[in-house]
């Protein structure tokens, strides 16, 4: 009597087919790329090769377009200032051991005494342009009864070696500065007119580019860098109020007015500015004396409502 193997089938259980691994000829497996025949094409390959190409292209067009160097250069300047005012705080301390009733409204002003000014022999011509004649002269009272101590020549010289260091930070700095308003005045002509260059930069910076600023409401662009303020309100609406303004608070009528006028006027900047930037993302038309005017006119309109109150 004929023995059948397997289930039901006239072959014994775990054999294949002459066809392969299920039951394709030649033993073509789809999906594995290696195991296809010569000349042949797989179609999900021939998609992620297209994909892949691409986002290169996008991604080359993207970091050739002049407002990400606007951002870059944006963000560096905020660095550079970050890394001068550091090393200041370290030279004032380091200096006020050798002469502690030195004080100076301005850092560069601290950094130009320290430079140029001898406590032994005090001569206020030598640091009048800097600061002026009226603070030279008190400057070397102070130094003639300075309760510092007495320093070598090494050490004072190691002082002036880092003074010297942080004035190039910021010479580095003012040049950075200048190309940022050089940039903005190209890259974004109507935000420049409104804002200037270097809060232009630093919107474009936080948003990304200057499209993705361009499709921001102008909700979004007032709050633009107090993201901060903005999570802690939603974790706490009750307790905590939603900031007003974010880095559009370096704007003189928004930083210069009073603190209950503030929230209208950012608002209304921000409406320019969302205006501005979609002209200068999309049409490239220049319409920024148009849009300051209009600003400037409701800029007034709330101050002097403000003052009948």
């Known amino acids: 009597m004929e023995r059948r193997g397997g289930f039901g089938g006239g072959r014994s259980f775990g054999s294949r087919p002459s066809g392969g691994f299920g039951g394709r000829p030649g033993g073509v497996f789809r999906g594995r790329p290696s195991e296809r025949g010569r000349g042949g094409s797989d179609p999900e390959m021939d998609r992620r090769l297209r994909f892949l190409k691409k986002a290169r292209e996008r991604?080359?067009?993207?970091?050739?377009?002049?407002?990400?160097?606007?951002?870059?250069?944006?963000?560096?300047?905020?660095?550079?200032?970050?890394?001068?005012?550091?090393?200041?705080?370290?030279?004032?301390?380091?200096?006020?051991l050798y002469f502690p009733e030195l004080k100076t409204n301005e850092k560069r002003g601290y950094i130009a005494v320290v430079l140029n000014f001898d406590k032994e022999s005090p001569d206020p011509a030598s640091i009048s342009k800097f600061v002026g004649q009226g603070k030279a002269e008190d400057i070397c009272e102070r130094a003639k009864t300075s309760s510092g101590g007495e320093l070598k020549t090494k050490d004072v010289e190691k002082i002036r070696e880092l003074?010297?260091?942080?004035?190039?930070?910021?010479?580095?700095?003012?040049?950075?500065?200048?190309?940022?308003?050089?940039?903005?005045?190209?890259v974004c002509p109507n935000m420049d007119h409104i804002v200037g260059g270097k809060l232009s930069g630093k919107l474009i910076s936080l948003a990304g580019?200057?499209?993705?600023?361009?499709?921001?409401?102008?909700?979004?662009?007032?709050?633009?860098?107090?993201?901060?303020?903005?999570?802690?309100?939603l974790k706490n609406k009750k307790g905590i109020a939603p900031p007003k303004h974010g880095v559009i608070f370096q704007y003189p009528a928004i930083s210069q007015s009073p603190k209950k006028v503030r929230g209208k006027i950012a608002r209304a900047l921000a409406a320019k500015l969302s205006i501005a930037a979609k002209a200068d993302s999309e049409t490239k038309r220049f319409i920024a004396p148009m849009l300051k005017e209009n600003l400037e006119a409701r800029i007034r309109q709330v101050l002097s409502v403000k003052g009948k109150v």
Do not use: C, W
């Open 209 to 233: 580019s200057l499209r993705k600023l361009s499709m921001m409401p102008a909700s979004t662009i007032q709050v633009l860098g107090a993201e901060k303020a903005l999570f802690k309100h």
């Open 59 to 96: 991604t080359s067009q993207a970091l050739r377009s002049r407002d990400v160097m606007l951002a870059q250069i944006s963000r560096t300047v905020e660095e550079l200032e970050s890394v001068a005012n550091l090393m200041s705080e370290k030279l004032e301390e380091m200096y006020s």
């Open 163 to 186: 003074a010297r260091e942080i004035e190039s930070v910021y010479v580095l700095m003012d040049s950075y500065e200048e190309y940022t308003n050089e940039l903005a005045k190209e």
